[in-house]
């Protein structure tokens, strides 16, 4: 088959028809699982968002640790899409996230300091998610390689199918 059959049988408008009915397809069977996530991620989040509001009672010590508890939840956040995208589960999440807690607290400080500035907070979100996603891929997936190739030779590559 040579590039251009190649090229137009790849914009034809059928294809391009097909391929946006697959990745609707593709999506909604994605919303079921997601809702679960981020309800796991809640029923994870409530104790601490409960222990914060207490510690933000005793001077000093406890807004210090309410601090730290809800940077830990920041860069819960952050990093979680690039678990999501990978298929990792919320457990495996939190299992390497607690072996990288110092760089994970310390990029969920940053964060949180950075959002307590009204107007640069804005343009935060963004870039801590993309920060995130840096840190994920330069210092936590190397950790989780061999549970990601594991899931990945599961998928199979489809072939295009000639043209004669």
């Not at 009672?57 to 678990?83: E, H, K, M, R």
């Not at 495996?92 to 307590?116: D, M, N, P, Y």
């Not at 330069?138 to 990945?152: H, Q, S, T, V």
């Amino acid at each position: 088959m040579k590039w251009h059959a190649v090229v137009i049988w790849w914009t034809s408008p059928q294809l391009r028809a097909l391929r946006w009915i697959r990745s609707f397809k593709d999506t909604l069977k994605e919303i079921p699982p997601t809702i679960l996530l981020e309800c796991k991620k809640l029923i994870y989040r409530i104790p601490i968002m409960i222990v914060s509001l207490i510690l933000m009672f005793i001077p000093l010590f406890g807004q210090i640790l309410a601090v730290l508890l809800n940077s830990w939840c920041l860069s819960i956040d952050f990093t979680s899409y690039a678990f999501e995208n990978n298929k990792i589960t919320f457990k495996e999440t939190r299992q390497t996230l607690v072996k990288h807690k110092c760089l994970l607290l310390s990029f969920g400080i940053g964060a949180w300091a950075i959002l307590l500035i009204p107007f640069l907070n804005i343009l935060m979100m963004p870039i801590a998610i993309c920060g995130a996603t840096i840190l994920w891929v330069e210092r936590i997936r190397p950790d989780l390689l061999k549970i990601i190739e594991e899931r990945n030779s599961i998928l199979k590559f489809i072939e295009v199918p000639e043209n004669r």
